[in-house]
């Protein structure tokens, strides 16, 4: 067993982009402070609507491995060295969005079997014992089957690394505070003339989106919003970024939060708001 520092946080997500939009700025805060940051994505996104009009040749088995490309470059924006595709690259293939067709096909996310999906996971749970894991909730924050597919299949790993020995202390959701959500969107109605973007998305749009005594914690990234935008550009094929505000293959602009929340799950729920994800965690031990 390698040497692993003492504090190890995993992140679970669906899809290449995710990550650096929801998590990029904790994922650069906690790598500068030499925390291991562990990303295990379960899809390549080969179902994913490309931006620029150059790129959009690629589709399917072309697509994945040009975002897997694109999500390397990210990582090395935010300074993770550990990024991980579920099972191997393309052994999980995007699943569409939710209700269409794509939803059927049998070597796609949706239509895994959680327990053995899990089972992988798990394997990398038991390898990087992290303290702390972040994911969507159950309803994968917006209704994508391949974040409610993500949610299910952290949730379920987590039990059976638990079974094999490593019990994660500390389980957070994504989250947004509805009172932040409002106040950046007011801001960007206001700057949306000066913007390269012709229409805004509505605060519902965002993910995760939740009443304000929902979130538990925020994590202030300020200091790392240059590496979460390069890691959001790195992303091309699904974000134009013009900070701090950016759009996805909609078109509808929306804030970059470099303060990320979150509401912890599992774990004595703070009394006040924490500002730290191993807030509580005695770190060190068992590494
Ligand atoms: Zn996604």
Same mark, same amino acid.
């Given at each position: 067993?390698?040497?692993?520092?003492?504090?190890?946080?995993?992140?679970?997500?669906?899809?290449?982009?995710?990550?650096?939009?929801?998590?990029?700025?904790?994922?650069?805060?906690?790598?500068?402070?030499?925390?291991?940051?562990?990303?295990?994505?379960?899809?390549? *996104?080969?179902?994913?609507?490309? +931006?620029?009009?150059?790129?959009?040749?690629? $589709?399917? /088995?072309?697509?994945?491995?040009? @975002? #897997?490309?694109?999500?390397?470059?990210?990582?090395?924006?935010?300074?993770?060295?550990?990024?991980?595709?579920?099972?191997?690259?393309?052994?999980?293939?995007?699943?569409?969005?939710?209700?269409?067709?794509?939803?059927?096909?049998?070597?796609?996310?949706?239509?895994?079997?959680?327990?053995?999906?899990?089972?992988?996971?798990?394997?990398?749970?038991?390898?990087?014992?992290?303290?702390?894991?972040?994911?969507?909730?159950?309803?994968?924050?917006?209704?994508?089957?391949?974040?409610?597919?993500?949610?299910?299949?952290?949730?379920?790993?987590?039990?059976?690394?638990?079974?094999? *020995?490593?019990?994660?202390?500390? +389980?957070?959701?994504?989250?947004?505070?509805? $009172?932040? /959500?409002?106040?950046?969107?007011? @801001? #960007?109605?206001?700057?949306?003339?000066?913007?390269?973007?012709?229409?805004?998305?509505?605060?519902?749009?965002?993910?995760?989106?939740?009443?304000?005594?929902?979130?538990?914690?925020?994590?202030?990234?300020?200091?790392?919003?240059?590496?979460?935008?390069?890691?959001?550009?790195?992303?091309?094929?699904?974000?134009?970024?013009?900070?701090?505000?950016?759009?996805?293959?909609?078109?509808?602009?929306?804030?970059?939060?470099?303060?990320?929340?979150?509401?912890?799950?599992?774990?004595?729920?703070?009394?006040?708001?924490?500002?730290?994800?191993?807030?509580?965690?005695?770190?060190?031990?068992?590494?």
């Amino acid at each position: 067993m390698t040497e692993l520092p003492d504090r190890r946080l995993l992140l679970v997500h669906a899809h290449p982009d995710d990550e650096s939009i929801n998590n990029g700025a904790t994922m650069a805060r906690y790598a500068a402070e030499g925390a291991h940051v562990a990303l295990v994505t379960c899809t390549l *996104g080969e179902r994913g609507e490309v +931006i620029p009009p150059e790129l959009r040749h690629l $589709s399917g /088995a072309a697509l994945g491995g040009h @975002r #897997l490309g694109e999500l390397r470059d990210a990582m090395r924006a935010l300074g993770v060295a550990d990024v991980r595709l579920l099972g191997g690259a393309g052994r999980y293939c995007d699943s569409g969005m939710m209700g269409l067709s794509d939803n059927d096909d049998p070597g796609c996310f949706w239509q895994a079997d959680v327990d053995q999906a899990a089972g992988l996971l798990a394997e990398v749970i038991e390898e990087v014992r992290p303290q702390v894991l972040v994911t969507y909730d159950d309803h994968g924050g917006y209704g994508h089957p391949d974040h409610i597919q993500a949610h299910r299949v952290a949730m379920r790993a987590v039990e059976l690394a638990a079974d094999s *020995g490593w019990d994660i202390p500390k +389980i957070y959701w994504n989250r947004v505070p509805r $009172s932040v /959500a409002e106040e950046s969107f007011a @801001r #960007l109605h206001q700057d949306l003339p000066g913007l390269p973007f012709d229409k805004a998305a509505d605060v519902d749009d965002v993910p995760g989106v939740v009443p304000d005594e929902q979130v538990t914690t925020a994590i202030d990234g300020t200091a790392h919003a240059a590496a979460k935008a390069a890691a959001m550009r790195a992303h091309a094929t699904q974000i134009t970024v013009a900070e701090p505000y950016f759009v996805l293959s909609n078109l509808l602009a929306q804030p970059l939060f470099t303060t990320e929340y979150y509401e912890l799950v599992r774990g004595e729920r703070p009394e006040t708001r924490e500002n730290d994800l191993f807030a509580g965690v005695a770190v060190g031990e068992a590494s």
